[in-house]
Nanobody
Framework: QVQLVESGGGLVQPGGSLRLSCAAS????????IGWFRQAPGKEREGVSC????????YYTDSVKGRFTISRDNAKNTAYLQMNSLKPEDTAVYYC????????????????????WGQGTQVTVSS
C-alpha cells in the first residue's frame, strides 16, 4: 500500500520558516518526480514546486521563487520543501504527490498527472 505522509506544517509568523517533509512508504521515490501543491480555502489547488527524478531538476511557481527550496533524499525515501520568508498568502494546506515519467511540457503543474497524494499538512502564516 502506497502512502505519502506530509509533516512539518504549523503556525508561523510572517517572515518565518518551515520545512515540510513528505515520507513515502510502499513506493520508491527516486523513480518519480515529486510535486508540492497547496490549496487555500475557496481556491483551486495550485502547484508550488516540483523536482524531477534522475537529474533533480527543480521547478517553482513565480510567487515562491527565491523563498522555497525543494529537495529529496532518496536514501530516506523522503522529499522536502524548505519555506523561508513566509507570507500570509502562503497559508494553505500543502500536499506532496508523485509523478511518473518525465517532467516538462507543463506536466509538473497539472495535478491530474500525479499518481499518489498525501493527506496534506496545514501551513498558517499569521501574526
Amino acid at each position: 500500500q502506497v502512502q505519502l505522509v506530509e509533516s512539518g506544517g504549523g503556525l508561523v509568523q510572517p517572515g518565518g520558516s518551515l520545512r515540510l517533509s513528505c515520507a513515502a512508504s510502499g513506493i520508491t521515490l527516486h523513480y518519480y518526480a515529486i510535486g508540492w501543491f497547496r490549496q487555500a480555502p475557496g481556491k483551486e489547488r495550485e502547484g508550488v514546486s516540483c523536482i524531477s527524478n534522475g537529474d533533480g531538476f527543480t521547478y517553482y511557481t513565480d510567487s515562491v521563487k527565491g523563498r522555497f527550496t525543494i529537495s529529496r533524499d532518496n536514501a530516506k525515501n523522503t522529499a522536502y520543501l524548505q519555506m523561508n520568508s513566509l507570507k500570509p498568502e502562503d497559508t494553505a494546506v500543502y500536499y506532496c504527490a508523485t509523478l511518473s515519467g518525465p517532467t516538462g511540457w507543463g506536466r509538473e503543474w497539472n495535478p491530474y498527472e500525479y499518481d499518489y497524494w498525501g493527506q496534506g499538512t496545514q501551513v498558517t502564516v499569521s501574526s
